[in-house]
T-cell receptor
Framework: DAGVIQSPRHEVTEMGQEVTLRCKPISGHDYLFWYRQTMMRGLELLIYFNNNVPIDDSGMPEDRFSAKMPNASFSTLKIQPSEPRDSAVYFC??????????????FGSGTQLSVL | QKEVEQNSGPLSVPEGAIASLNCTYSDRGSQSFFWYRQYSGKSPELIMFIYSNGDKEDGRFTAQLNKASQYVSLLIRDSQPSDSATYLCAAKSNTGNQFYFGTGTSLTVIP
């Protein structure tokens, strides 16, 4: 398996524009997570899905953020409208399930987002 | 979010020494704990996980858990320059499958 695949690797946009980040989890993994990483706040959990269903979105900063998982092999994180404070590295991660080694998070390469 | 606290460092140790990384967590109900390593510009990768009080060893790495003190640590023996990275501590929520991360400790191993 190629691992968790994220696109794009880098995104530079202007304030007010819509941004869409994409993720393909590892096949067979039941859980998908979206994290945001900044120097000040570290890795913050935004939302996670179990079998394509959003379970906890309490980490989503505000209504400008939305995430979907239409099928087991694809998820998107959308920011509309984007603001400079959204600049960060966004990671997607997936895991097999619950218990022991199943809980290991496999991270994608991340999307470096810069909002000017 | 549940709090996981780490000293940001930087921590510097000479090659061959023992590096000790520490972490505390606020959710007393957390049962599972993880250490991830993140090289600069890369994504985190799992080093070890621990569930039970006490020590768990894997090669040069030892994870230690003390649930009464809500404390997790990672020891790296015979530190190598290739161990230079940021180490992230994570705790799993007791109420779901969420994983909460500390801000990480930067480790530099000096040749």
């Amino acid at each position: 398996d190629a691992g968790v695949i994220q696109s794009p690797r880098h995104e530079v946009t202007e304030m007010g524009q819509e941004v869409t980040l994409r993720c393909k989890p590892i096949s067979g993994h039941d859980y998908l997570f979206w994290y945001r990483q900044t120097m000040m706040r570290g890795l913050e959990l935004l939302i996670y899905f179990n079998n394509n269903v959003p379970i906890d979105d309490s980490g989503m900063p505000e209504d400008r953020f939305s995430a979907k998982m239409p099928n087991a092999s694809f998820s998107t994180l959308k920011i509309q409208p984007s603001e400079p404070r959204d600049s960060a590295v966004y990671f997607c991660a997936s895991s097999l399930g619950i218990g022991g080694a199943n809980e290991k998070l496999f991270f994608g390469s991340g999307t470096q987002l810069s909002v000017l | 979010q549940k709090e996981v606290e780490q000293n940001s460092g930087p921590l510097s140790v000479p090659e061959g020494a023992i590096a000790s990384l520490n972490c505390t967590y606020s959710d007393r109900g957390s049962q599972s704990f993880f250490w991830y390593r993140q090289y600069s510009g890369k994504s985190p990768e799992l080093i070890m996980f621990i569930y039970s009080n006490g020590d768990k060893e894997d090669g040069r790495f030892t994870a230690q858990l003390n649930k009464a003190s809500q404390y997790v640590s990672l020891l790296i023996r015979d530190s190598q320059p290739s161990d230079s990275a940021t180490y992230l501590c994570a705790a799993k929520s007791n109420t779901g499958n969420q994983f909460y991360f500390g801000t990480g400790t930067s480790l530099t191993v000096i040749p």
